[in-house]
């Protein structure tokens, strides 16, 4: 996620950096020492409102970093809540699983049903089958988020 200080290095490193550089470059200047002649930059400059042109570009720039980290942030936002969403309705997929391994269980187990070969094959089938979706609830819990 950006925030205001990786917004701030990145800026110094992209733009202000190259800019010192370059004026310090071949002048005899040492780090962080640059003359407002060096940039072209004097007292007695012509800019509507005293703001240097680079202003604008940079202001334009900024703005388009900080509508993509709004669209970020909104879509973050929605996807936590799908995420939300999904994790409120687990235990009730397995509370569901949970009740019909339980009647699987009774129905096999019962003395007074007496189930043909083909059924008991049936129920061990479903048995297994939710075995299987038991152990995939188990893995979508264990990767959802702590509420």
Do not use: C, F, Y
């Amino acid at each position: 996620m950006l925030d205001l200080a990786s917004i701030e290095t990145a800026i110094e490193e992209a733009v202000l950096k190259p800019l010192l550089s370059l004026a310090n470059s071949g002048r005899g200047l040492g780090e962080g020492e640059v003359s407002m002649q060096e940039i072209h930059i004097h007292h007695h400059h012509h800019w509507e409102h005293e703001v240097p042109p680079w202003v604008a570009d940079l202001k334009r720039k900024l703005d388009l970093v900080l509508k993509a980290q709004e669209v970020i942030m909104s879509q973050l936002t929605d996807q936590a809540a799908v995420v939300a969403a999904i994790a409120a309705e687990v235990p009730v997929i397995a509370t569901g699983v949970a009740n019909i391994e339980a009647k699987l269980a009774a129905l096999q187990n019962s003395t007074t049903t007496v189930l043909s070969p083909e059924d008991t094959a049936a129920v061990a089938a479903m048995s297994n089958d939710l075995a299987n979706v038991k152990t995939s609830l188990d893995n979508i819990k264990t990767s959802l988020p702590a509420s």
